[in-house]
DNA sequence: GCCAACGTTGGC
DNA sequence: GCCAACGTTGGC
């Protein structure tokens, strides 16, 4: 089982959004880095830490679970859609998605600038300079500072 | 709203 | 293949 982190704008889907719905596809990722994990790596059961970007109140915000594995993006061929892709045909698909499962919303949110003073936590992908990956992998530990941090 | 740091596009 | 121009991300 492996631990991710995936970022979303609030105000466009946040972990409350995500615990009315249950469930949700993970829509409109179009970076092929991010792309390849989705549809690469990431496996039914595989745990998500839900972070909140672009918003007054940085960092993660709850978990989440991989409930349906990758499978195109059909929002690339709507063309209504803000993520809408000519490039990305139904018979050629040039993105992918997962579905995410609400786990739970922590009792407190584990901001950026905690993440960033915590020590133990300095090799996460997340606070590299420059690192604008909207999906990256975590490590066992770090997921577990994470939760634990959370907690206090 | 600003802007640094990227990523993508397209002309050559 | 290079690289300038442009678009996006995301913290502040």
Redesign the pocket.
């Known amino acids: 089982m492996k631990y991710w982190l995936m970022?979303s704008?609030p105000d466009v889907f946040s972990i409350d959004d995500l615990k009315k719905n249950k469930t949700s596809p993970w829509e409109g990722v179009?970076?092929?880095?991010a792309r390849n994990f989705m549809r690469d790596d990431m496996k039914k059961g595989d745990i998500v830490l839900f972070y909140h970007?672009?918003?007054k109140e940085?960092g993660v915000a709850g978990l989440a679970t991989v409930s349906k594995e990758s499978h195109p993006d059909h929002f690339a061929w709507d063309k209504k859609s803000k993520y809408y892709d000519p490039?990305s045909p139904k018979e050629n698909p040039r993105w992918f998605m997962v579905e995410v499962k609400f786990k739970e919303k922590f009792p407190r949110m584990v901001t950026?600038?905690e993440i960033?003073e915590e020590k133990s936590l300095k090799d996460m992908r997340l606070i590299q300079?420059?690192?604008?990956?909207?999906i990256m992998p975590v490590t066992k530990s770090e997921y577990e500072k994470i939760v634990k941090m959370s907690e206090k």
Request: zero cysteines.
């Open positions: 970022k704008e179009r970076n092929y880095q970007s672009n918003a940085i490039k950026l600038g960033k300079k420059g690192n604008r990956l909207s």
